[in-house]
């Protein structure tokens, strides 16, 4: 019995505990439906959202952690919707406009040519572009300082047929990161 305790204090007494900061991702996903309607075969249409949305998500994941930043992770598009015909084929570009900006537009991302009818409820992923990149960083920095701008989402494209009918969904996913203090056991 003797013996179990000495063994018992002297793991004690090698084995401490600290304080360490952890690093948590946690996904955080904001985004609009583009309604896409037209009669003819070029397309443009939009949807806006505000950085107060991505604030608001941010304030409920961090809880009272510290924030270590926030950065985009992935941008996707999901066809909600097609009134198309099976036959129609379109392709385009996802661009981006800061509301304080709205006078320059940046390319997103671009798509390879799709049929909406084949693809609706698929995820598509645009090759993205660093400018447009860029200007989401911007939104985020925003969002992160409880500012009020809004960001303009735009489906711009060609279709093989004069008639295009379609929604898409732009999902755009940011990775929170947060530093929680956590303990260690180690020896």
């Known amino acids: 019995m003797r013996k179990v ?8 007494a090698l084995v401490g505990c600290k304080k360490v900061d952890v690093l ?11 309604e896409v309607e037209d009669s003819t075969a070029t397309f443009r249409d939009s949807t806006f959202i505000p950085s107060s ?23 996707v598009l999901v066809v909600e919707r097609s009134g198309c015909s ?37 995820t598509l992923r645009p090759d993205l572009d660093s400018a447009g990149v860029r200007i989401l960083n911007e939104f985020t920095q925003d969002a992160l300082n409880g500012g009020s701008e809004i960001i ?23 990775t929170l990161v947060v530093i929680r203090e956590m303990t260690s056991i180690g020896l």
């Open 5 to 12: 305790i000495i063994v018992v204090v002297v793991l004690s």
């Open 24 to 34: 948590f991702p946690i996904p955080i996903r904001i985004g609009g439906t583009v």
């Open 53 to 75: 949305l991505l604030g608001a998500e941010i304030r409920d994941r961090a809880e009272e952690a510290g924030i270590e930043g926030v950065y985009l992770e992935s941008v």
């Open 86 to 122: 099976d036959a129609t084929e379109v392709d385009g570009t996802l661009s981006v406009s800061l509301q304080s900006q709205s006078s320059r537009v940046y390319v997103l991302g671009k798509m390879d040519p799709v049929y909406p009818n084949q693809v609706v409820g698929d």
């Open 152 to 174: 303009k989402v735009i489906v711009s494209g060609t279709a093989n047929r004069a008639r295009v009918d379609f929604d898409v969904t732009v999902v755009v996913t940011f």
